[in-house]
């Protein structure tokens, strides 16, 4: 039997990586990360549709309010609250994030490659707020109404109100980590403590957190901190978070509380 004629085949261009290896045209697009992120220790059985609609609506109220930006006036003075222990609390992860002009996040994780076991949105410009963390002390406070026969734990609590300073400064609501959160979280994996900015594409999602009321492309870098916290569980209806600073005097320093009033 005769071999049919051999033909050559249309080879489809490729293009060369700076490294030596062909991409395609899809590696041109950013690619998001694999979630790799352990699930906390202690993690709570899900919660169920109810729970998650509360929050879902709480949300939808924060983000109709305006961002304030709060004139925190700092102490004269160096002296420091506590040391680079607390004696009784847990160290935790904490890390500040979110485009300059929009509300901050906080998520507390319980390293940096576990996923958040609290996630905060304030309504404090990402920007200003680690304006202030450069220029000096920072004292949030975090407070909701007590209730009789409480019996949800107080980082369970959907909204506070929320002080800079001793001055309000609007609200603090808890919410779901969504998928930008996830992958800022994934991005700061092999991060302890540090800052910077990520370049995280913001123009096909919404950014988490929502800053200023609306989705849509963000302007500016996100922005983040990280750092060891020390919690401090005073009592039900008490807590406390101590950022530690690793050099023992120099650098910023903040201190979150949260109290059922």
């Known amino acids: 039997m005769a071999t049919p004629p051999l033909t050559p085949r249309m080879l489809t261009p490729t ?5 030596g290896s062909p991409k ?19 993690k709570n059985k899900t919660t169920g549709s109810k729970s998650t ?15 304030m930006s709060p004139m925190c006036k700092f102490p004269v003075g160096g002296g420091r609250l506590h040391e680079n222990h607390v004696h009784g609390g847990t160290r935790v992860t904490g890390t500040l994030f979110g485009y300059r002009k929009t509300r901050v996040n906080l998520a507390v994780q319980e390293n940096p490659r576990s996923m958040p076991i609290l996630l905060l949105e304030l309504a404090i410009p990402t ?5 202030d963390l450069g220029v000096g002390l920072v ?3 975090l407070e909701c109404e007590k209730k009789p026969s409480e019996k949800t734990k107080i980082i369970d609590e959907p909204i506070w109100a929320l002080y800079c300073n001793g001055k309000k400064s609007g609200y603090g609501v808890k919410r779901q980590p969504t998928e930008e959160d996830l992958v800022v979280m994934q991005m700061l994996h092999a991060v302890s403590m540090g800052a910077g900015v990520l370049p995280v594409s913001s ?37 406390t978070y101590y950022m530690m600073n ?15 009033v």
């Open 139 to 141: 004292r949030i406070a």
């Open 15 to 19: 293009t060369m990586s700076p490294l």
């Open 127 to 131: 920007g200003k707020l680690l304006q």
């Open 203 to 239: 123009g096909a999602t919404e950014q988490s957190g929502g800053g200023g009321g609306g989705g849509g492309q963000q302007e500016g870098d996100l922005t983040y901190m990280r750092a060891h916290f020390e919690r401090v569980i005073g009592s039900r209806d008490s807590e």
């Open 246 to 260: 690793p050099d023992g005097n120099s650098g910023p320093e903040l201190s979150i509380f949260f109290v059922r």
């Open 24 to 42: 395609s045209k899809k590696s041109t697009a950013q690619v998001r990360p694999e979630i790799t992120l352990e699930q906390p220790s202690g």
């Open 53 to 67: 609609k509360l929050f879902r609506r709480v949300r939808s109220v924060f983000r109709s309010l305006p961002i």
